[in-house]
C-alpha cells in the first residue's frame, strides 16, 4: 500500500485553519495514524485510528475519513505547531506517507 | 513516562553489518511490540520490523533477508543488526514502541533517533 500526501508544503500564518491530506493506494479501513515530526524530536503520534486523538494531544488537531481519503486539521495554527506531519497505515506492514511540511508564512 | 535511546556506530563500512541498540527507560520492555525504523534523507520513511518482549519478530519482506532483531528483557532493551549493508543504508535509524493504542498496533513511543552513514 502506497500513502500519498498533499500538498508537499503548507504555508500558513499562526491562527490559520490547516488541512493536510493522505491517500491510499487501497484501502485501509479507518486503520491509520497522523504524527509530527520536527528535527532532533521524536515523532509524536497525534491521532489513531483515522479520528482518536492520543492522549495529551490538544482538540485544535482532528483526523476524519477511512477507505482510501484522509485528512488531518489543524483549526487553529500555534507557533509550536509548524512542523512536519505524516501518516501511517498498518496492514500486512506499516508504510508512511511523505510528509507534509506546515511552515510559516 | 517511557523513553527510548538510540545508540550504535555512526559510520559503518559497506559490506559490514549494522549494529544499533534501544535502550527503554521509565518503563518495562516487557508484553510489548518494538520497532525498528529509518528515514534515508529527504524520503520516507521505511519500517524495517518489530519484535515482541518473548522474542517473536515481523520483519520487512524487503529487508527480510539481511535483518536480525532481538531482545534482552533483563537489560531492557532491544536490538538491530542489517547485514551487508551499502550506502543505500545510510539512514536516520529510530526505535519506537509499538502498542496497541486503538484498535491496530501504532508506534506511540518513539527515540529522537541516530544518524547511521554507510561510507568506507
Known amino acids: 500500500i502506497v500513502l500519498t500526501q498533499s500538498p508537499a508544503t503548507l504555508s500558513l500564518s499562526p491562527g490559520e485553519r490547516a488541512t493536510l491530506s493522505c491517500r491510499a493506494s487501497?484501502?485501509?479501513?479507518?486503520?491509520l495514524g497522523w504524527y509530527q515530526q520536527k528535527p532532533g524530536q521524536a515523532p509524536r503520534l497525534l491521532i489513531y485510528?483515522?479520528?482518536k486523538r492520543a492522549t495529551g494531544i490538544p482538540a485544535r488537531f482532528s483526523g476524519s475519513g477511512s477507505g482510501t481519503d484522509f485528512s488531518l486539521t489543524i483549526s487553529s495554527l500555534e507557533p509550536e505547531d509548524f512542523a512536519v506531519y505524516f501518516c501511517?497505515?498498518?496492514?500486512?506492514?506499516?508504510?508512511f506517507g511523505q510528509g507534509t511540511k506546515v511552515e510559516i508564512k | 513516562q517511557v523513553q527510548l535511546q538510540e545508540s550504535g556506530p555512526g559510520l559503518v563500512k559497506p559490506s559490514e553489518t549494522l549494529s544499533l541498540t534501544c535502550t527503554v527507560s521509565?518503563?518495562?520492555?516487557?508484553?510489548?511490540?518494538w520497532s525498528w525504523i529509518r528515514q534515508p534523507a529527504g524520503k520516507r520513511l521505511e519500517w524495517i520490523g518489530r519484535?515482541?518482549?518473548?522474542?517473536?519478530?515481523n520483519y520487512n519482506p524487503s529487508l527480510k533477508s539481511r535483518v536480525t532483531m532481538s531482545v534482552d528483557t533483563s537489560r531492557n532493551h532491544f536490538s538491530l543488526k542489517l547485514s551487508s549493508v551499502t550506502a543505500a543504508d545510510t539512514a536516520l535509524y529510530y526505535c519506537?514502541?509499538?502498542?496497541?493504542?486503538?484498535?491496530?498496533?501504532?508506534?506511540?513511543?518513539w527515540g529522537k533517533g541516530t544518524t547511521v552513514t554507510v561510507s568506507s
Open positions: 519506537a514502541r509499538d502498542g496497541m493504542v486503538g484498535q491496530v498496533h501504532y508506534m506511540d513511543v
Open positions: 521509565g518503563g518495562s520492555i516487557n508484553s510489548y511490540y
Open positions: 519484535i515482541y518482549s518473548s522474542g517473536n519478530t
Open positions: 487501497q484501502s485501509v479501513s479507518s486503520y
Open positions: 485510528d483515522a479520528s
Open positions: 501511517l497505515e498498518r496492514s500486512a506492514w506499516p508504510t
